[in-house]
């Protein structure tokens, strides 16, 4: 198992919709359980708080930074142990569409296989919120 720490990998993927058709579904998160299914299958807002119950990882917490025009969809996930992950994310022009980029960063003690299945999770998680904008 290699101790990477810090190490970061950028996935995106290339939306052919505009920045704002893809901000606004995107920092959503009711609409989190039909693209981002790394977080489960339901979210809801309990006590102004976005928590996901079927989650894989058992119940999370789900925080968004307030919505904002330069494309950030940087958001926390709070597991049940009370660890907190900062996942950034931004949706970017890209032509006449956008790139959704998400940094997935490398937690210490994280083998290389659970990074690439992190990695795996994530690159699906953008494809499908891909095929469910570029559908509508």
Do not use: C
């Not at 937690?107 to 299945?117: H, I, K, L, N, V």
Request: net charge negative; aromatic share 6%.
């Amino acid at each position: 198992m290699k101790s990477a720490g810090s190490a970061s990998r950028h996935l995106s993927v290339h939306v052919d919709r505009t920045v704002e058709e893809v901000y606004a579904y995107a920092s959503d998160p009711a609409n989190l359980p039909a693209w981002a299914r790394g977080l489960g299958g339901s979210i809801t807002r309990i006590d102004g708080r976005w928590v996901a119950e079927s989650s894989p990882m058992g119940r999370v917490e789900v925080a968004f930074v307030p919505r904002n025009d330069l494309g950030v969809l940087d958001h926390d996930v709070t597991l049940p142990s009370g660890e907190t992950f900062h996942n950034p994310v931004r949706v970017i022009p890209d032509g006449s569409g956008s790139e959704v980029v998400f940094t997935l960063r490398r937690q210490p003690g994280t083998s290389d296989a659970d990074f690439e299945r992190d990695a795996d999770t994530v690159a699906a998680d953008l494809d499908r919120l891909r095929e469910i904008l570029e559908s509508a």
